[in-house]
């Protein structure tokens, strides 16, 4: 079933998010993480907000690490 997404939440301000307005089968969600002065390994959810029925969401985790 195609669908949108509606929403992408992440609590960390160091991501932002590029996903396509159309419904689709698949969608491949571009980020961007800009970081700051904040040193050390990171682990943050994400929250995808979905146009399917009982507003179905998709949650995944994204780490890395920020090197000095």
Not at 3 to 19: N, P, T
Not at 47 to 68: F, P, R, W
Request: glycine letters at 4%; proline letters at 1%.
């Amino acid at each position: 079933t195609p669908f949108k997404i509606e929403k992408i939440e992440c609590a960390d301000g160091r991501f932002s998010f590029a996903a396509s307005n159309d419904e689709k089968l698949v969608h491949l969600v571009n980020f961007v993480f800009t970081a700051d002065d904040k040193v050390g390994a990171f682990r943050e959810k994400i929250i995808v907000h979905t146009s399917l029925k009982n507003s179905t969401t998709a949650e995944a985790s994204i780490t890395g690490n920020v090197a000095e």
